[in-house]
Protein backbone atom coordinates (compact mmCIF):
# COMPACT_ATOMS: atom_id res chain seq x y z
CA UNK A 1 0.00 0.00 0.00
CA UNK A 2 2.84 2.60 1.05
CA UNK A 3 4.51 1.69 -2.45
CA UNK A 4 1.45 2.42 -4.46
CA UNK A 5 0.98 6.07 -2.53
CA UNK A 6 4.44 6.45 -3.33
CA UNK A 7 4.27 5.66 -7.16
CA UNK A 8 0.76 7.54 -7.73
CA UNK A 9 2.89 10.86 -6.10
CA UNK A 10 6.32 9.93 -7.85
CA UNK A 11 3.59 9.93 -11.47
CA UNK A 12 1.69 12.82 -10.26
CA UNK A 13 4.84 14.74 -9.68
CA UNK A 14 6.63 13.77 -13.55
CA UNK A 15 2.72 14.75 -14.89
CA UNK A 16 3.19 17.66 -13.44
CA UNK A 17 7.13 18.79 -14.11
CA UNK A 18 6.20 17.86 -18.02
CA UNK A 19 3.40 20.23 -18.04
CA UNK A 20 5.54 23.01 -16.27
CA UNK A 21 8.34 22.31 -19.06
CA UNK A 22 6.25 22.31 -21.90
CA UNK A 23 4.02 25.67 -20.78
CA UNK A 24 7.38 27.29 -20.30
CA UNK A 25 8.98 26.16 -23.99
CA UNK A 26 5.34 27.70 -25.60
CA UNK A 27 6.17 30.92 -23.52
CA UNK A 28 9.71 30.73 -24.62
CA UNK A 29 9.05 30.18 -28.25
CA UNK A 30 6.36 32.82 -28.35
CA UNK A 31 8.59 35.71 -27.03
CA UNK A 32 11.56 34.42 -29.41
CA UNK A 33 9.21 34.90 -32.53
CA UNK A 34 9.45 38.26 -34.51
CA UNK A 35 6.75 39.49 -35.83
CA UNK A 36 6.89 40.80 -39.31
CA UNK A 37 6.19 44.50 -40.08
CA UNK A 38 3.37 45.06 -42.44
CA UNK A 39 0.01 47.15 -43.10
CA UNK A 40 -2.02 47.67 -39.62
CA UNK A 41 1.20 46.51 -37.64
CA UNK A 42 2.52 48.86 -34.93
CA UNK A 43 5.48 50.87 -35.31
CA UNK A 44 7.32 48.71 -32.65
CA UNK A 45 7.06 45.66 -34.75
CA UNK A 46 8.02 47.10 -37.84
CA UNK A 47 11.73 45.40 -39.50
CA UNK A 48 13.58 46.72 -42.68
CA UNK A 49 13.62 49.86 -43.88
CA UNK A 50 9.89 50.81 -42.66
CA UNK A 51 11.19 50.68 -39.54
CA UNK A 52 12.24 54.21 -40.19
CA UNK A 53 8.86 55.28 -41.49
CA UNK A 54 6.58 57.25 -38.62
CA UNK A 55 2.72 56.06 -38.33
CA UNK A 56 1.79 58.80 -40.10
CA UNK A 57 3.84 58.26 -43.32
CA UNK A 58 2.85 54.74 -43.54
CA UNK A 59 -0.86 55.67 -43.05
CA UNK A 60 -0.02 57.83 -46.13
CA UNK A 61 1.53 55.04 -47.79
CA UNK A 62 -1.83 53.08 -47.53
CA UNK A 63 -3.80 55.36 -49.49
CA UNK A 64 -1.01 56.57 -52.31
CA UNK A 65 -1.10 54.96 -55.95
CA UNK A 66 2.26 52.88 -57.14
CA UNK A 67 3.51 56.26 -58.97
CA UNK A 68 3.31 58.35 -55.84
CA UNK A 69 4.47 55.56 -53.27
CA UNK A 70 7.83 54.98 -55.89
CA UNK A 71 8.28 58.75 -55.63
CA UNK A 72 7.67 58.67 -51.96
CA UNK A 73 9.96 56.09 -51.44
CA UNK A 74 12.87 57.12 -54.16
CA UNK A 75 12.86 60.48 -51.99
CA UNK A 76 13.13 58.87 -48.45
CA UNK A 77 15.23 56.41 -49.37
CA UNK A 78 17.34 57.62 -52.21
CA UNK A 79 17.69 55.95 -55.91
CA UNK A 80 18.02 52.36 -54.67
CA UNK A 81 14.46 52.29 -52.66
CA UNK A 82 15.20 49.37 -50.64
CA UNK A 83 13.34 45.80 -51.88
CA UNK A 84 13.76 47.57 -55.26
CA UNK A 85 14.24 45.75 -58.68
CA UNK A 86 18.01 46.07 -58.61
CA UNK A 87 18.37 43.68 -55.41
CA UNK A 88 16.21 41.03 -56.39
CA UNK A 89 13.12 40.04 -54.23
CA UNK A 90 9.57 40.20 -55.08
CA UNK A 91 8.61 41.92 -58.87
CA UNK A 92 5.54 42.31 -60.54
CA UNK A 93 4.78 43.75 -63.38
CA UNK A 94 3.67 43.09 -67.13
CA UNK A 95 5.91 40.80 -69.20
CA UNK A 96 7.29 42.55 -72.24
CA UNK A 97 9.34 40.15 -74.19
CA UNK A 98 10.34 36.11 -73.30
CA UNK A 99 13.44 34.54 -73.92
CA UNK A 100 14.78 30.59 -73.73
CA UNK A 101 17.13 31.94 -70.19
CA UNK A 102 15.37 35.25 -69.36
CA UNK A 103 11.88 37.24 -68.97
CA UNK A 104 11.92 41.22 -69.19
CA UNK A 105 9.35 42.63 -67.16
CA UNK A 106 7.83 46.20 -67.11
CA UNK A 107 7.99 47.59 -63.90
CA UNK A 108 6.52 51.02 -62.32
CA UNK A 109 10.16 51.94 -62.27
CA UNK A 110 10.95 50.96 -65.95
CA UNK A 111 12.61 47.67 -67.33
CA UNK A 112 13.86 44.32 -65.61
CA UNK A 113 15.08 41.53 -66.92
CA UNK A 114 15.08 38.35 -64.81
CA UNK A 115 17.18 35.41 -65.74
CA UNK A 116 15.62 31.56 -65.73
CA UNK A 117 16.76 28.57 -65.60
CA UNK A 118 15.74 24.57 -65.27
CA UNK A 119 15.74 25.73 -61.48
CA UNK A 120 12.99 28.61 -61.84
CA UNK A 121 9.04 27.05 -61.09
CA UNK A 122 6.61 28.80 -63.55
CA UNK A 123 3.17 28.36 -62.03
CA UNK A 124 -0.36 29.85 -63.16
CA UNK A 125 -3.06 31.81 -60.91
CA UNK A 126 -6.74 30.58 -61.62
CA UNK A 127 -7.55 31.55 -64.68
CA UNK A 128 -4.24 33.08 -66.10
CA UNK A 129 -2.47 32.21 -69.54
CA UNK A 130 0.99 31.20 -70.74
CA UNK A 131 3.89 32.92 -69.95
CA UNK A 132 3.82 35.59 -73.15
CA UNK A 133 4.32 38.81 -73.34
CA UNK A 134 1.50 40.91 -72.23
CA UNK A 135 1.20 38.70 -69.46
CA UNK A 136 0.81 40.02 -65.54
CA UNK A 137 3.73 38.22 -63.11
CA UNK A 138 4.65 38.15 -59.63
CA UNK A 139 8.70 37.07 -59.40
CA UNK A 140 10.52 35.87 -57.24
CA UNK A 141 14.43 36.33 -57.67
CA UNK A 142 17.93 36.59 -55.87
CA UNK A 143 20.17 38.54 -57.00
CA UNK A 144 23.75 36.94 -57.65
CA UNK A 145 26.83 38.64 -56.36
CA UNK A 146 27.50 40.35 -60.25
CA UNK A 147 24.08 41.88 -59.58
CA UNK A 148 22.28 39.51 -61.82
CA UNK A 149 18.77 38.89 -60.76
CA UNK A 150 17.68 34.65 -61.61
CA UNK A 151 14.08 33.70 -60.69
CA UNK A 152 13.40 30.99 -58.13
CA UNK A 153 9.35 31.25 -58.99
CA UNK A 154 7.37 32.84 -61.59
CA UNK A 155 3.29 32.82 -60.72
CA UNK A 156 1.58 34.17 -64.15
CA UNK A 157 -1.65 36.21 -62.75
CA UNK A 158 -3.77 36.83 -65.73
Not at 21 to 32: I, N, R, V, W
Not at 43 to 64: H, V, W
Not at 97 to 108: F, G, I, M, N, R
Amino acid sequence: MCNMKKTIVFVAAAVLLVAVGFAGGLFYQKSQTPSVGGPGDSEANARGPMASLTSEERSQLQTMTEEERQQFLQKKFGAAVPGGPMRGGNLEGDVVEVADDAVTLKLSSGTQTVYIDQDTVIAKADGAGDLTAGATVMVFSTPSADGVNTASCIVVEK
